[in-house]
């Protein structure tokens, strides 16, 4: 597998990860103390502000990242392009993402959204390295 590959499943990963950041302070509460409330997931995280509303957001805009990155992926590799340059930019999309995501969370919006473009490039890139 490449390292391409693994960077995929990383990526497929990162929403799930935002997610339970976005709970995690509901965690190990009961619900009508304001714990996590699994029998209405999506409304209790409309409801949460601060980082855990903005970890909420960057699960889905993570989610929204997925499609272009593994079609970029797969579509370089289908076409059989240099495979160091397809890993080299598929690590640079997971550290683009992981900046993105901290940036989110400490709520830096213009910078935020410096390193979202970089992730987007770096996905279009990879149709034509």
Request: charged letters at 15%.
């Amino acid at each position: 597998m490449t390292v391409a590959n693994y960077c995929l499943i990383v990526a497929c990963v990162m929403p799930v990860l935002c997610a339970a950041l976005a709970k995690s302070r509901g965690f190990g509460k009961r619900r009508r103390d304001g714990g996590f409330d699994n029998h209405d997931p999506r409304g209790w995280l409309e409801r949460q502000t601060g980082w855990q509303a903005r970890a909420n957001a960057a699960q889905a805009n993570s989610f929204e990242a997925l499609p272009l990155f593994i079609a970029g992926v797969l579509a370089a590799q289908q076409m059989q392009l240099a495979q160091t340059r397809i890993d080299q930019l598929a690590m640079g999309f997971i550290a683009a993402r992981v900046v993105y995501i901290a940036l989110y969370l400490a709520d830096q919006p213009t910078l935020r959204s410096l390193a979202w473009g970089v992730g987007l490039a770096l996905s279009v890139a990879l149709f034509f390295a």
